[in-house]
Nanobody, 116 residues
């Protein structure tokens, strides 16, 4: 089955860290451009971090620069989002998207809740 599955979300206190995983099955994620998005209640989905499949360049939303890191593990066929110094405003459902030409895969999302 061709899909991406996110995991690693959960509750965390402000200032804490989480690492989200986007595990691909049925395709090789390293040839795909991968983007993490998030959607908070009542807000539009927004780009958080992106990883190019051509040159490995990364791109981050201004709100997460210096705190979040997107990376890829080819052996595990997985893309990660390391999130440090989490803030209450990072609370959202986080989604992984993998794109390559006409192929476009979305995961089901993983909830991140930052609260004391």
């Amino acid at each position: 089955q061709v899909q991406v599955v996110e995991s690693g979300g959960g509750p965390v206190q402000p200032g804490g860290s989480l690492r989200l995983s986007c595990a691909a099955s049925g395709f090789t994620i390293s040839i795909y451009a991968v983007t993490w998005y998030r959607q908070a209640p009542g807000k539009e989905r927004e780009l958080v971090a992106a990883l190019s499949n051509t040159d490995g360049n990364t791109n981050y939303a201004d709100s997460v620069k210096g705190r979040f890191t997107i990376s890829r593990d080819r052996a595990r066929n997985t893309v990660y989002l390391q999130m440090n110094s989490l803030k209450a405003e990072d609370t959202a459902v986080y989604y992984c998207n993998a794109r390559h030409f006409l192929n476009n895969y979305w995961g089901q999302g993983t909830q991140v809740t930052v609260s004391s």
